[in-house]
């Protein structure tokens, strides 16, 4: 993870946790114990064990300073004295779920192209604070969020939660989009002499040197990766779906200037071309991927380029698009996509080319992130392949698969408590009723 002391500083921060430490200080000499020795445990009816592809009845999580210590039978295990038992005992138990491309600092997508001009940064952001919660309660303890029309917008929230703050997922940010002028990461639609304040703009480029400069400045000012526009968008007017915008050379300029610092790029590309100049240039995702032929599939499985494809999304534009009068030139875009990024997706799934979850948040209302895993398993995946595209594959793609995206020692007690069994019926993860991360409790489980 690019800083694991954050979500750690982040606990220490918290008021409750901070008290619950002092008074177990105070009491050390009566119970002959000592902070480092303080444990939570969770009893687990049910729990997914996504490494071995098994479910695991009857389990006992024994955490500590944030992270697992050991995952038992709770019948081999004694509870350790004086530990904290959240008892889940009734709920099928799995990491928490990590969605790989939302927008949480911004205001929700509406029928106004010009919204983002009618708020301040600072207004934008706040709304961004509201998403953070709803996405966390919603049982998503991570995600990568692809862009924001404020620059540094999305840092400053990921540094609130981290910080213990505000309550959130652990983020991975972009600090603004790398787009040519007028295309999908530019705001559009405004009179063409009308001033646009300069962080709406920050990512904007005109040559692969441009490119280079503007990659170092979002990763010294806390992008943990670097978001390229590789084709126009569905919900950018003036912007074609199979158009690519940046040249290949720029996103060659992106991926050879990200990598002098260790940071990955992803494209968001909609048109087959796009995606394989995107891929060819390296790429290490691909978003949405609406338009890929067979030999830009054949091209990412070969590469390992991944795919994070929102197929939920278009269903929630279509509905919510003709009652609210979106733009029509968005609603025909989508038309264009939504089924053939759905049949696409399944072919990709069948090629073999690596899926995470992700959404597209924020143009659907944050905190509903999980009504994709329906759509994933309706297009060729079991219920256990979709639940890793946002668990254990989500972290590979990020990197941070030593810290989150299962239930094993070592890592962050993220953990999500859901009813039923997810293998048997996707849609309960609809009904996240517990939520963990790093140790805290969000969300507890009513009493059954
Ligand atoms: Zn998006």
Redesign the pocket.
């Known amino acids: 993870m690019a800083s694991d002391s954050r979500p750690v500083a982040g606990w220490w921060r918290t008021g409750l946790c901070r008290a619950v430490l002092t008074a177990l200080l105070l009491l050390l000499p009566l119970i002959g114990s000592s902070a480092g020795e303080v444990v939570s445990v969770v009893r687990a009816g049910s729990l997914l064990d996504i490494v071995n592809e098994r479910l695991l009845s009857d389990q006992m999580i024994t955490i500590q300073g944030g992270r697992i210590l050991a995952v038992q039978p709770w019948s081999a295990a004694a509870v350790p004295e004086n530990a904290t038992v959240h008892d889940w005992s009734a709920w099928t138990v799995l990491p928490g779920l990590m969605d790989m491309?939302t927008?949480l600092a911004d205001s929700a997508q509406s029928a106004n192209v010009l919204a983002p001009l009618e708020m301040t940064a600072a207004q934008s952001v706040l709304q961004g604070v509201a998403h953070a919660e709803r996405t966390l309660l919603a049982g998503f303890t991570t995600v990568r969020d692809?862009?924001v029309w404020r620059a540094f917008n999305d840092v400053a929230l990921r540094d609130a939660i981290d910080g213990g703050i505000v309550p959130g997922p652990r983020m991975a940010v972009v600090g603004a989009y790398i787009t040519v002028p007028g295309g999908a990461g530019d705001i559009t639609g405004q009179a063409f002499d009308v001033a646009v304040p300069a962080d709406l703009r920050f990512g904007v480029v005109r040559s692969p040197d441009e490119v280079r400069e503007r990659v170092r400045t979002l990763i010294q000012n806390g992008a943990t990766f670097i978001k390229t526009l590789a084709t126009g968008a569905v919900l950018t007017t003036g912007t074609q779906i199979g158009a690519q915008e940046l040249s290949e050379e720029e996103l060659r300029a992106a991926v050879a200037e990200a990598a002098q610092y260790g940071v990955y790029v992803t494209a968001?590309a909609h048109g087959a071309e796009g995606i394989k100049a995107a891929v060819r240039a390296g790429v290490r995702s691909i978003?949405h991927g609406s338009l890929l032929d067979a030999e830009s599939i054949e091209l990412m499985r070969e590469r390992g380029t991944w795919l994070v494809a929102?197929i939920y999304n278009a269903e929630y534009i279509d509905r919510a698009g003709r009652l609210e009068g979106w733009p029509a030139e968005m609603l025909a875009k989508n038309d264009a996509t939504a089924d053939v990024q759905r049949e696409n997706f399944r072919k990709a799934h069948a090629a073999g080319v690596r899926l995470a979850y992700g959404t597209?948040s924020?143009?659907y209302p944050h905190g509903d992130n999980a009504l994709q895993f329906a759509w994933m398993v309706r297009y060729g995946m079991t219920p256990m392949q979709a639940i890793r595209a946002a668990t254990l594959s989500a972290a590979e793609m990020l990197g941070w698969e030593e810290q989150v995206g299962s239930i094993g020692p070592g890592k962050w007690a993220d953990l999500v408590a859901v009813p039923g069994n997810p293998l048997e019926d996707i849609t309960v993860l609809e009904t996240v009723v517990a939520v963990m991360k790093g140790g805290s409790v969000y969300l507890e489980p009513a009493r059954n």
Do not use: K, P
């Open positions: 491309h927008h692809v862009g968001h978003e929102d597209d924020g143009v």
